[in-house]
């Protein structure tokens, strides 16, 4: 708090010089959610936000200003009773979540303060913030940019905000990380290519380690070994285009540390690695008539033990200091994004392939499959390699005329429920097929009609889905929608507490958009499950209630 008070008295200052010199540029953006809870025991939203507090309200409102190649940025944070850093329970503090001061040299950039900032891919090292699930992984610290012709370097040292003994959002965790990256970017005729490496530190504390010697010497003797404080992470990566063409490769590689093994509840002391890969062709205006266009994309990675975290500790998406995405694909429509896979930072094996042909102009297909596998050191009980998910995925997509296009699909789904959400031996591996199609019609100039829809077949977790939405837009400001998604068939297993009945998830939304500004008010019931953005997934639990959304920038 006291070095946000600091810069607020920085910015004042800088301010009042600026009215006689130079005004400088003040920007920033303001985000709010509030919602109100409506508890149904039927769908399993009966928490302790439901039984208890009933309303809760997060915001962020962030102020930069720019004078002279100086920077200044400051944000604020609100959480009033908000589920959003624990769905099962409430948080409430507020206070400067971000403070940052930079400097432009020529080409030295100096930075104090909190930062976002990533290495190559970032699966060495990435500090991002991801508000819709409460991810907030900032450094703050200082960091050190210099570029010099195609050569770019950048190092800082920091500690990783929050903590997660003391479960304050504003503070800091005890554990210090350094990192230092350089790149390398040339160009020879069609072919540019990119070199980079990579190193990241990270120091256990004196807390931190009597604790993971007090867990080391609980455990049975033969799984004890002398922890270290320091841990190591590098990496080495290539971007290559040429014409058409593009390839993308990175190694990385941890030295051996304390990790907590959930399936165990005990600390392993080992090294990890990542290979992954990444090939894709594009090519347009193929053909006599230059109407085919045609797209590939193959992506491979291997994940052994590389749970990179502030503290052995952390679970979940708690502490992490590498940035390790699912490869399979990103699905928006409701039941399509149901199951998902989320990644195994101590072993997974996992491929993609997509492949998207236009054969004419107005008509797409496309086609995707995904597969993840366990790795041998944690498959199945005979120590074999288990599968763990896959999908397979086809959609066309045609323009009928210029008022209405169309949509049509279907998915199928292999998952692991057992391992991807923690849950007890009643649940056996689901396997879905789900239908979809989607169609837009524009009724004038600015109204359009949408309508989607897709139907979840599935013997196993909670049974079949049907769900439709119809959504009318109005440009350039307002947008309704209503829908339910119903489970048609239910199924539970032995320890479900929902009922066995058809349940209805309806939803009605309404949005009004004025420049920048865009507010929201939506009623919803959400089936429990594995929500995921941007890569990064979390179990929750059901929702009902009412959400209202405010955001502008400025």
């Known amino acids: 708090m006291k070095y946000g008070f600091g810069l607020i008295m920085v ?3 800088t301010q009042t010089f600026a009215q006689s010199e130079d005004r400088g540029k003040l920007s920033g953006n303001f985000m709010s959610n509030v919602q109100a809870y409506d508890r149904d025991e039927k769908i399993g939203a009966s928490t302790e936000v439901y039984n208890k507090y009933k309303s809760s309200a997060d915001a962020w409102m962030f102020l930069n200003y720019e004078l002279k190649g100086y920077s200044f940025s400051l944000r604020y944070d609100l ?10 329970s409430v948080y409430n503090k507020q206070g400067v979540g971000f403070w940052q001061a930079s400097k432009d040299i020529g080409n030295l950039n100096i930075t104090v303060g909190h930062f976002y900032d990533q290495f190559a891919s970032g699966m060495i090292f990435r500090a991002y913030e991801d508000r819709l699930i409460g991810i907030d992984y900032a450094i703050q610290g200082l960091r050190v940019k210099y570029k010099y012709k195609n050569l770019n370097l950048k190092g800082f040292v920091g500690q990783q905000k929050g903590n997660i003994f003391t479960g304050d959002r504003f503070g800091v965790s005890p554990e210090a990380i350094k990192g230092f990256n350089a790149e390398h970017f040339s160009r020879i005729g069609d072919l540019t290519f990119t070199f980079g490496a990579s190193t990241v530190n990270r120091a ?6 009597n604790t993971v010697a007090s867990q080391i010497n609980a455990q049975p003797l033969e799984t004890r070994f002398i922890p270290k404080y320091n841990t190591y992470a590098f ?4 971007d290559i285009s040429y014409k058409d063409f593009k390839f993308y490769s990175e190694y990385l590689f941890k030295t051996k540390e304390a990790i907590f093994n959930q399936d165990a509840s005990s600390l392993i002391n080992r090294d990890g690695n990542i290979i992954f890969n990444t090939l894709s062709y594009s090519k347009a205006n193929l053909g006599k008539k230059k109407r085919l266009s045609f797209g590939a994309n193959l992506q491979y990675k291997r994940i052994e033990d590389f749970s990179f975290r502030t503290s052995p500790f952390e679970t979940l998406n708690n502490g992490l200091i590498a940035y390790l995405p699912s490869i399979t694909r990103q699905n928006t429509y409701r039941l399509l994004a149901r199951y998902n896979a989320v990644t195994q930072f101590l072993g997974e094996e996992a491929f993609q392939g997509e ?16 597969r993840v596998n366990s790795l041998k ?10 599968h763990l998910f896959s999908e397979h995925y086809a959609e066309v997509q045609h323009k009928i005329n210029k ?17 991807y959400e923690q849950k007890d031996t009643t649940y056996p591996d689901v396997k879905t097929i789900t239908p979809f199609v989607e169609y837009t019609y524009k009724i004038t100039k600015k109204t359009s009609l949408r309508f989607e829809a897709q139907y979840l077949h599935s013997d196993q977790d909670l049974g079949s889905f049907a769900n439709a939405i119809l959504e009318i837009n109005h440009a ?24 066995s009945e058809i349940i209805h998830y309806y939803s009605g939304f309404v949005g009004y958009t004025d420049g920048p500004t865009v507010v929201t008010l939506a009623y919803i019931k959400q089936v429990e499950g594995v929500n995921c953005t941007g890569g990064i997934c979390r179990v929750e639990p059901a929702f009902s209630g009412v959400r209202l959304t405010l955001s502008t920038s400025f």
Request: glycine share 8%; charged share 15%.
């Open 377 to 386: 050191a944690n498959g199945d009980r005979n120590g074999n390699v288990k």
């Open 204 to 209: 256990l504390d004196q807390g931190t380690m």
């Open 476 to 499: 350039p400001h307002w947008s309704f929608s209503v829908g339910d998604m119903v489970n048609t068939v239910p199924h539970r297993s032995p320890s479900s507490t929902i009922p």
């Open 235 to 238: 990496n080495g990566y290539a």
């Open 11 to 13: 910015l004042m200052a």
């Open 79 to 88: 959480f009033n009773n908000s589920p959003l850093l624990n769905p099962i």
């Open 355 to 370: 492949l998207t042909v236009t054969p004419k102009r107005g008509t797409t297909f496309t086609f995707n499959v995904s």
């Open 403 to 419: 008022n209405s296009k169309i949509k049509l699909g279907v998915q199928n789904i292999y998952y692991d429920q057992q391992r």
